[in-house]
C-alpha cells in the first residue's frame, strides 16, 4: 500500500474510531491546512475544519456511523474511494427529529495529496437514499438505497 493509501487508510480507521478526539487529531494530520475541500458544505468552515464539523454533525446524527471502503483507486497524486456508509439515526440530522431508522448510503470521494497529506477532496454523497430511508422524501427506501443497479443477467 503506498505512503497516500496508508495515510487515507488511516484516516478512515480514525473515522469509525466515533471518538471525535482522535478523529480531529488525525484529520489536523493528514489534511493540510488550506486544503480545498470541493464538496458543498455547510457553516463557512474550510479545510480540515469542514471535515471536523462535518464528522461533528455526523456522529451526532448516527452515533454508530461506519464506513466501509469498497474500493480504493490511487493513480498519480489522487485516490478515489468508494464507500458505503451505516448508521441508526439517533440525533437530528438536516432538520429532522430522531427516527431510530438505520440507514446505508453510498459515496464516491476524490483526495488530491500533496507532501503526504490531502490537499484537495471532491465528494458525492447519496443524501437523497438518506432522506428517503429516514422517511423525509418520498421513495423506496429498500435495498438499492436509490442506486440504479443493472440487473441484466448476461
Not at 471525535?20 to 458543498?40: M, Q
Not at 464539523?53 to 466501509?68: K, S
Request: glycine share 12%.
Amino acid at each position: 500500500m503506498t505512503g497516500d493509501k496508508q495515510t487515507l487508510a488511516r484516516l478512515h480507521a480514525a473515522l469509525n474510531s466515533a471518538d471525535p478526539e482522535l478523529i480531529a487529531t488525525t484529520i489536523d494530520e493528514v489534511v493540510a491546512p488550506g486544503a480545498r475541500i470541493r464538496t458543498p458544505l455547510p457553516g463557512g468552515v474550510t479545510g480540515g475544519e469542514a471535515l471536523k464539523t462535518v464528522f461533528a454533525a455526523l456522529y451526532r446524527a448516527y452515533p454508530d456511523l461506519h464506513v466501509a471502503v469498497e474500493d480504493m483507486i490511487a493513480e498519480g497524486d489522487r485516490i478515489v474511494c468508494r464507500n458505503t456508509v451505516t448508521g441508526t439515526h439517533r440525533g437530528e440530522y438536516m432538520g429532522l427529529a430522531p427516527t431510530g431508522r438505520s440507514v446505508t448510503y453510498d459515496e464516491i470521494f476524490v483526495f488530491r495529496f500533496a507532501g503526504g497529506r490531502i490537499v484537495e477532496t471532491w465528494g458525492v454523497v447519496d443524501v437523497l437514499a438518506q432522506l428517503r430511508q429516514l422517511g423525509a422524501v418520498p421513495g423506496p427506501p429498500g435495498p438499492d438505497r436509490g442506486v440504479a443497479r443493472n440487473t441484466t443477467e448476461h
